[in-house]
């Protein structure tokens, strides 16, 4: 629930809180297999965009994302039937959401993959520098030629097939073309040694143009929707932080859903290493403008900001939906709910251009738990969503 000192400042009486299981996988529709193509942490859940632009949008209307992540809220848009907008500060999540939203069909990708060269030789001192943990030593002769090869023709199959490439690089299974490793973030080769010794195992040789079909074929499963096609040429995507708006005009959006940073966030270059090496982005490109703060004052300023320019392109009427998550500023410290850490800047200096009028908290309906592990994965399934309407 919401802190008392929160409450009192929302006097509305259209104010609520509502707690519940807002949606389930079997009263809503699958969210699309191209949400899934590349995931990362921390990023909007499908779910929680499905859920967000049936609800406060119709078909036509313009969604934005000011927080665009690896695309899912535009990807949802798309798919739904509404029109894209989105940015973010970081081109490489900028590049996976262009990839995702503007796929190549199965056939596409296999002719391609057909007339790629990845024999290529490569030395061997490239392949000790930071790679020889993860990958054997043809396996990564294979990575790099299909790298080199992408960069050589960047059009948007190469793009697609670069996304799907992404999703590959490391992970827990001989699907992927690492080791043994994490699927979701890059370990440092340091922690990649530890892992190794410790299961005792060694890079073997994995194929790269088989996994990478496999992976294509699982991503468009669903196929491309023609609405996803129309929709997509309307549609605007661009390198912005989120209190620069400039691509989208006064009054343009219907609805914003986004999942902002949380206070103490790590930069992508420390945990998305090997998929920015594979993309060609330098580190400090990628993460010199994210949102790192450090504490709940410097968060609640860049939120101010934020949803002052967000203001801005939302239309009289339209909603803008906040997924935001509980906070610990260390370990063991007590938790924060950044809904409530919001609200008063809301109602006290953005009131002329916001009403808070709910808090959504999604708790779904779990089985009872047995043990720790799963009651905390029951746990990281729980949503808070603010949810503020322009005036």
């Keep these: 629930m919401v802190s008392k000192s929160a409450l009192k400042l929302v006097e509305r009486p259209s104010f609520f809180v509502d707690e519940g299981a807002h949606w389930t996988t079997e009263s809503s529709r699958p969210c699309h297999s191209l949400h899934y193509a590349l995931s990362y942490p921390q990023q909007t859940s499908p779910e929680v965009a499905a859920f967000s632009i049936a609800r406060f949008s119709k078909r ?43 796929p190549a069909d199965i056939t596409e990708v296999t002719l391609r993959l057909q ?24 396996t990564f002769r294979e990575i790099l030629s299909l790298k080199e090869n992408l960069r050589e023709r960047e059009d948007r ?33 340091d922690e990649q040694e530890r892992i190794n010794r410790k299961r005792a195992q060694s890079p073997e040789y994995r194929a790269v143009i088989p996994r990478l079909l496999r992976r294509a074929a699982m991503a468009l499963r669903d196929g491309v929707p023609s609405v996803m096609v129309q929709q997509e ?99 063991g410290s007590p938790t924060i709910r950044a809904d409530e ?30 043990n720790q592990l799963k009651a905390r994965t029951a746990e990281a399934q729980s949503h808070r969503l603010l949810v503020l309407r322009r005036r």
């Design 60 to 102: 036509g209307d313009v969604v934005l994302d000011p927080f665009l992540g690896s695309g899912t809220t535009a990807l949802e848009a798309l798919v739904a039937g509404r029109i894209a907008f989105g940015s973010d500060v970081n081109p490489f999540f900028v590049k996976v959401a262009r990839a995702k939203l503007q």
């Design 115 to 138: 007339l790629l060269n990845v024999k290529r030789p490569v030395a061997v001192e490239t392949y000790r520098n930071g790679f020889s943990s993860f990958y054997d030593i043809d």
């Design 157 to 189: 199959v190469s793009r697609f097939i670069e996304l799907v490439a992404l999703s590959l690089l490391h992970g827990h299974s001989a699907g992927y073309f690492s080791v043994y490793s994490m699927p979701h973030m890059s370990l440092s080769p």
């Design 233 to 331: 040429r309307q549609s605007r995507i661009a390198v912005r932080d989120s209190r620069d708006l400039s691509y989208a005009p006064s009054g343009s959006v219907n609805l914003v859903v986004t999942s902002p940073p949380h206070p103490g966030a790590r930069r992508t270059s420390v945990d998305q290493w090997l998929r920015l090496w594979f993309s060609g982005i330098e580190p400090q490109i990628a993460s010199g403008g994210e949102a790192t703060h450090s504490d709940l004052s410097e968060w609640r300023v860049f939120m101010n900001e934020t949803l002052l320019e967000l203001a801005r392109v939302t239309r009289s009427g339209g909603r803008c939906v906040l997924d935001l998550r509980e906070l610990q500023a260390r370990p």
């Design 341 to 370: 850490e919001l609200l008063p800047v809301v109602e006290k200096e953005l009131s002329r251009f916001w009403d808070a009028e709910c808090i959504l908290v999604h708790q779904p309906k779990v089985p009872r738990v047995q």
